[in-house]
């Protein structure tokens, strides 16, 4: 078994991970940094050069003292040394021991016995060797002592030699009293220069902050936003250039809606022409054979089974027209779709169900089906019936005798992609162009508005419709809508 923690660090650090980015992705957090890291570093330096200074300077003072003091020994020690005058010796070493620095101070003879000293227990004691020390660096008996020798010389000869411990504490003291003003200093520094980057910040990010806005208020389609300027420097000019930018594309924006107003009701007035040559075109048929059915209905000597003709010809338009009305009314009064979360196959299965009902399809067409496991979408039931059952009819009016339908529903990404696949005839590629637009039919009894109202439902429901067609081969069209999102 192994031991969990308590506490986890693990959100911590990656809270902190993403925090600290996110802190040196603005302008003004990189200049506080970076200038109060620049006056640190300075102020840095120039505390450790001060305080190495200072102690070169203090430890060679404290050098040249103690050898001249080392040389007064010498000087008052050197007949006392030759009589071997204990007690001048002592008094010599006392009257140095009283000195402030000095931490020790003793006088051995030439045998290297210690004749006087003011550390008790060592009169008497043998020093050993002398042993040779370099003028730049004396010998140091532990951090806090400086060890001066000077030997006692008559006529060149050696009699002895002097020993001189120079504490080191007040020196010791200066120094760290001189660091810990450096680091007072340096942090005010700190203090000061972050102070500073701050206020200098404020200054440069002021008119950034407010570009930012204002660039967020034209791409959120608010024309209007301009920035405020207030300083003369690039800021400034940054300024004033984006609120000419915001004043040419507000110009350009309303030229633009204004050729699109015009270009709309262009195509409008297109439009309806169109529209209205292709109704006349649509109804002129079928009113010329009313007209002559009428007229000779009207003619009494017309035989019964040519009336009996005549009134399935005038039954016959009649219904023609009103399925040209019907269509049409539908295609330009579209009702607002009511979308819904549904699960689209069991639409699909209504209306194969539907479909297989007519006598004409019943026998010799087969259908495939292909479903995902989840084939909930966003739709209106009603006008995507309408678009599937439109789709179908129109894919099984294209097989020739005995034929198979494929209705594949397919989950791609957020989307469910709905295709219907026929293995009939196929469109011809000099037609592709034409299928689409209103009254356009290759069929005796078709009208050519049921593709134009499948696009406009489709277009309602956020899709598109794609028909990909091979001749002699079939047609496939898809289109996609939205996936339900149940989590």
């Not at 042993?131 to 002895?160: K, T």
């Not at 005010?188 to 972050?194: D, E, F, N």
Request: charged share 25%.
């Amino acid at each position: 078994m192994t031991d969990t923690p308590l506490f986890s660090t693990a959100p911590m650090l990656g809270q902190q991970s993403r925090w600290v980015p996110r802190l040196f992705h603005t302008l003004r957090a990189r200049l506080i940094i970076s200038v109060a890291l620049v006056h640190v570093v300075l102020m840095g330096l120039f505390t450790w050069e001060a305080v190495e200074r200072q102690s070169h300077e203090l430890r060679q003072e404290m050098v040249n003292q103690g050898r001249s003091l080392a040389s007064l020994m010498v000087v008052a020690s050197t007949n006392a040394l030759l009589a071997e005058d204990l007690a001048s010796l002592a008094e010599v070493t006392r009257r140095v021991g009283e000195r402030e620095d000095v931490s020790y101070g003793e006088v051995v003879d030439v045998r290297g016995f210690v004749m006087a000293s003011t550390r008790e227990g060592r009169v008497g004691r043998q020093v050993g060797p002398v042993i040779e020390q370099n003028d730049q660096f004396p010998l140091a008996v532990d951090d806090r002592v400086l060890d001066l020798r000077e030997e006692v010389l008559i006529e060149n000869n050696r009699v002895g030699f002097v020993v001189l411990g120079l504490s080191t504490t007040n020196l010791e003291n200066a120094l760290t009293e001189t660091r810990n003003r450096g680091i007072q200093y340096t942090l005010l520094a700190l203090v000061i220069g972050s102070v500073a980057a701050w206020l200098l910040s404020l200054a440069v990010t002021r008119n950034l902050h407010e570009l930012t806005l204002a660039a967020k208020k034209i791409g959120g389609g608010d024309l209007d936003a301009r920035v405020n300027v207030r300083s003369q420097d690039e800021t400034g000019t940054l300024s004033r250039a984006f609120n000419l930018m915001a004043a040419s594309l507000q110009r350009s924006s309303r030229q633009m809606e204004q050729e699109h107003r015009k270009r709309t009701e262009a195509e409008r007035l297109a439009c309806v022409g169109e529209m209205a040559a292709s109704i006349a075109h649509e109804i002129r048929n079928p009113m010329v054979a009313l007209i002559n059915s009428v007229k000779l209905l009207g003619n009494a000597q017309l035989a019964a089974e040519d009336h009996t003709a005549v009134v399935d010809i005038v039954n016959t338009e009649s219904r023609r027209l009103q399925r040209i009305l019907d269509d049409f009314l539908m295609f330009s009064r579209l009702p607002a779709p009511r979308l819904e979360d549904g699960d689209l196959k069991l639409l699909v299965e209504q209306t194969i169900g539907l479909i297989s009902q007519d006598p004409r399809y019943a026998d010799g067409i087969r259908f495939e089906r292909r479903y995902e496991e989840d084939n909930r979408c966003r739709f209106d039931p009603d006008l995507m019936r309408q678009v599937l059952l439109n789709l179908m009819l129109n894919a099984l009016q294209a097989i020739t005798g005995e034929g198979k339908l494929i209705i594949r529903l397919q989950r791609t990404g957020d989307r469910l992609n709905v295709s219907i696949v026929d293995n009939g005839r196929g469109i011809p590629a000099d037609l592709m162009s034409e299928i689409s637009k209103p009254f356009f039919t290759s069929r005796k009894e078709g009208t050519g508005l049921g593709l134009p109202v499948v696009q406009r439902i489709l277009a309602q429901h956020g899709a598109v419709l794609s028909i990909t067609s091979r001749e002699g081969s079939g047609t496939e069209v898809a289109f996609d809508l939205e996936v339900t999102n149940d989590g």
